[in-house]
């Protein structure tokens, strides 16, 4: 029988012991059904600084107000349904937790940017699934399929592994100041699919969807303000990503 | 209200509805409807893989594969359903590969495999690597190339549409589908989707317990809809609790952690699981594992200060390798627990994680009336589907395999049918019962609060229908599912609007909950016998002469309107296998 030794446990992890504080969450509210006027409105609630900021969010609509509107599903960063503005930048409200954000000061929490709000955190997601659609994102090759797997080196699946990772949250594309701008830009996300499949060796559109990209609306407008990568909850390297579809558009070799 | 009419109608996008849309928009005009965005499903969340015997990386065949799905499923599975699994499997992971899924993979360039749970060479002589995977994040690929395909094939979606009834007509003397009526969350307003052939693939219910590995929109919404209308359910007291997921919280930790050499440690540091399966030690089924795990506790060695938790050690691996196979579930730990698994243990617990139960179907992903009737035009595939390939407990990485094989099959089956058939004529005024539904919320006047019903909801089950079950716990659990019911009808929303309500759709998937937990609790009960997911201390064995059979539950509701559970059994099929005993 194999025994090991489990050094400080306990340590690890923080006891889990619950220990409640008082928080303030600022949130932008808004309900055409109710007034045209977006307003803040301030919610004080006692909550473990551990949890998470979709904790507070359902604490609030479960306990204080069932009008409070968002979407959410997984709660754990994977679904992509709740990125939002918070305390000023995009984030997944499921991935952070109240401790890391300064709970001594209000937590604001709005809509992402550049996209309709429908109702408090909900917006039109349109636009952005629709800039996505756009880039062919999916596998394009000729000729017979083979019989079994088209074979890949992992050298060659590396080569795009980091933008496979993206779950379509728009966190990147709305923290964009050139999409905030102007809603005809592709936009990261798009941009970062499109990456995806450019750089597939098992894939044969890359010509066509870096002809796509070369659009007025395209790559070009990217500014390189980093706010993509900084947004992204899946830690993909957006701008890099960005950086190496126009370096292909100059080279065409990718 | 709307009207629309077309020839196939899908319910959800997961893996299994779009796998069942990629076929039928290729044959019949389909449309998929579905509560979240589809890239939003829940499938997105699956990690470790999906079996199948590619024999990439060393000996394996379907009959391999077929067998550990027997044994793992606990002699409950339908042998020919399984035999379809284990075959369609290597056709179904090439095809994701040629629809561009990234798998990982071997030096040679085909797919990698990885052990994983009850998958094992030569009828359980040793694990074999049968996981075809994309790091832990194989769901997420699997969803993300299914919609790909999606857009590719040009295939028509109404994203955030709750679908919240399931239409049937009488045509000479038969029960037919005809159709679903939806709600639109954005504008509120209802809509009837006209169809000749109807998918379910709605996903699974593991939101009535609180400890969950499920999102919080998989509410059976699918189940509970076909249940009201006389479909019965099958085998709905086999839940699966997953043995690793994040303490507390719930949030899963795949089973490819000790597929890739982590191993479990009571708080001795002891790797306990060598005394309950001493061959596959840490990769034994889960059903076993969370008992092993939840006896250790009992017995005084669990972890921390209430000894309610045990650990997952990946401390011995080496980094590279944990960023290479498992970088999601590190950062999980990371984020939610601020713990660094390459030096730190992860405190873990079992996990309530999949529904081996549901709308009865064949192999052709038709659904069933009774034990031997189909219901024309009415399929379902995927977690809302009972095969059942999954027996009395699932094998991991044998659901996204379930969801492509069955969501294909289910795909095909109703656009050929489609192809031949005639609208049935809807119900007259289809739309009530949705639409009295949502007034009757809508209007509710009642102090009691959705949130507080549903969390006693989720202790009660926690308490009483997990992994240890007796006859009082049970009996505890019906009856608070009774109350909870009955408090149910005094509930009311604070929002009235009509806009993005998901105020009233909590609602609404509360009473699903409430529904589906009591058919749960119920089969439970009546079920003396320990098989599988589902154990009773009050009855330790498996008792084959009078429980190797699947329960059927049906709704019935009596001349005043009261409802009550109605439980009858259906035979399992054997074809190759008799039952032995279950040991690793
Ligand atoms: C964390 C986690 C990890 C897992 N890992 C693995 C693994 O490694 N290997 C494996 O084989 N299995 C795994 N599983 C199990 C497997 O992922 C699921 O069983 C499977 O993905 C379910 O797929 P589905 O298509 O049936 O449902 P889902 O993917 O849940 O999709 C359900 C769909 O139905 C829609 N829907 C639901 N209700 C309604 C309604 N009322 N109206 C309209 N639409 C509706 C939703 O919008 C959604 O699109 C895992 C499960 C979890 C929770
Ligand atoms: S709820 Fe799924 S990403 Fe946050």
Redesign the interface.
Known sequence: MSTATVEKPEAAADNGASHKITVTFRIRRFNPEVSAEASWQDFVIDIDPKERVLDALHQIKWEEDGTLTFRRSCAHGICGSDAMRINGRNRLACKTLIKDLNPAKPISIEAIKGLTVLKDLIVDMEPFFQAYRDVMPFLVTSGNEPTRERRQSAADRERFDDTTKCILCAACTSSCPVFWNDGQYFGPAAIVNAHRFIFDSRDEAGEQRLEILNDKDGVWRCRTTFNCTDACPRGIEVTKAIAEVKQALITRRF | MQIHKYDTVIVGAGGAGMRAAIEATKRSRTAVLTK??P????T??AQGGMAAALANVEEDNWEWHTFDTVKGGDFLVDQDAAEILAKEAIDS??DL????L??????????DQRRFGGHTRNHGEAPVRRSCY??D?TG??IL?TLY??C??EGVEFYNEFYVLDVLLNEVDGVRKASGVVALEL?TGELHVFQAKAIVFASGGNGKFYKVSSN???LTGDGQAAAFRRGIPLEDMEFFQFHPTGI??MG?LLTEGARGEGG?L?N?????FM??YAPTIKDLAPRDMVSRSIYTEIREGRG???DADHV?L?LT?LPPEQLDAKLP?ITE?AR??????PYT??I?IQPTAHYAMGGMPTNVRGEVLANNTDVIPGLYAAGEVACVSVHGANRLGTNSLLDINVFGRRAGIAAAEYASTADFVELPENPEEFVAGQVEMLRDATGTE???DIRRELQETMDKNAMVFRTSETLTEARDEIAALRERYKGIS???K???????LLEAIELGNLLDLAEVLVVSALARKESRGGHYREDYPDRDDVNFMRHTMAYREVDADGNDSIRLDYKPVVQTRYQPMERKY
């Not at chain 2, 890239?39 to 829940?42: I, P």
């Not at chain 2, 590969?97 to 561009?100: A, H, L, N, Q």
Request: proline share 6%; with cysteine; net charge positive.
């Open positions: 979240l965005y890239t939003r499903s829940h997105g969340a992971v090439l590969e040629k629809m561009g990234p798998f990982n993979r071997t030096p040679d360039g085909t797919i994309a790091a994040r997420h690929m993300q790909q395909a857009v590719k954005a999102a919080h929109t303490w507390k949030i191993i440690r708080k001795d540091g002891e790797r060598e005394r972890c921390g200060p650990y050690d011995h999601d999980f984020t939610y627990l601020g713990i660094e730190d243990p405190p609060r959705v949130s929303v604070q929002d609007g009509r806009r993005f309500n998901t105020d």
